[in-house]
């Protein structure tokens, strides 16, 4: 299951400066692609979705649910108990890669992001019991985030 993801929550932004690990500008796709890499999650195994509102943060540490597009939403079809929503695919503007350390470890999370740069919800890498990443992840993010362009 994973591990580290509890500073993320302070963050409710997402910027286009410089990420403070690599000094690199932020990598972005566009919100048209969101369906596209929705469908993916599910095949990655346990991740970390993380939903920040109000001050709040809600985590779930599972697989990301399957879903489908109806009536002006992909609507998540999660097992019970489980993982389910709906979220509205327009209102993602773009998808961005959030590369930073916590507690002395990497983490890496696909953020979900408006017009305005809100970040809607994140979902990150998720980890093996001895805290390692789980390596099919990260290769699948580091081929998403190589399709990307840089944010403006």
Known sequence: MSEGTSGAATE???SDKASPDTSTP????PGA????ILEQLPSWGDVVTIVLHGGCV???KGPFPPGEVGRGFYNLKGTRPGFEGHLRLDAIDHIGFQDRRHAGRIAHALTF???DG???FKVF???SDNGELWPGQLKAYEALRAQGGTGS
Do not use: D
């Not at 932020?26 to 796709?29: C, S």
């Not at 692609?33 to 596209?36: K, V």
């Open 12 to 14: 409710t932004r997402v």
């Open 26 to 29: 932020t990598v972005t796709l």
């Open 33 to 36: 692609r969101a369906r596209e």
């Open 58 to 60: 809600f985590e779930y």
């Open 113 to 115: 992001n408006t017009a």
């Open 118 to 120: 809100t970040n809607l």
């Open 125 to 127: 890498l998720g980890r």
